[in-house]
Nanobody, 122 residues
Framework: QVQLVESGGGLVQAGGSLRLSCAAS????????MGWFRQAPGKEREFVAA????????YYTDSVKGRFTISRDNAKRTGYLQMNSLKPDDTAVYYCATGKTAVRYRAGYDYWGQGTQVTVSS
């Protein structure tokens, strides 16, 4: 089993920044991709960003392009989501997940964290 723990969420004003972290532990194996998803109240969980094992391939949903940056440190088994220029619409619970390849859909990921709340005030 793989355990994923997100951290770094919180309350921030519009225009501010937050950096989310996702630490992997347990039976981790090399070569896994990592994705970030978010779920706002009353909405389905949606894709935010994904990164390949090497970091050479990244994907973003259109609404965060130019504002969010996904990265990872494989030596630390940790992934990151740097979020800048935050907007109230970014308010959601953010989840990290790992899977075989970097994809944009939930079914492509095998393990999920418990989520971290991000609230952006106007």
């Amino acid at each position: 089993q793989v355990q994923l723990v997100e951290s770094g969420g919180g309350l921030v004003q519009a225009g501010g920044s937050l950096r989310l972290s996702c630490a992997a532990s347990g039976r981790t194996v090399s070569g896994y991709a990592m994705g970030w998803f978010r779920q706002a109240p009353g909405k389905e969980r949606e894709f935010v960003a994904a990164i390949s094992w090497s970091g050479g391939i990244t994907y973003y949903t259109d609404s965060v392009k130019g504002r969010f940056t996904i990265s990872r440190d494989n030596a630390k088994r940790t992934g990151y989501l740097q979020m800048n220029s935050l907007k109230p619409d970014d308010t959601a619970v953010y989840y990290c997940a790992t899977g075989k390849t970097a994809v944009r859909y939930r079914a492509g990921y095998d393990y999920w964290g418990q989520g971290t709340q991000v609230t952006v005030s106007s």
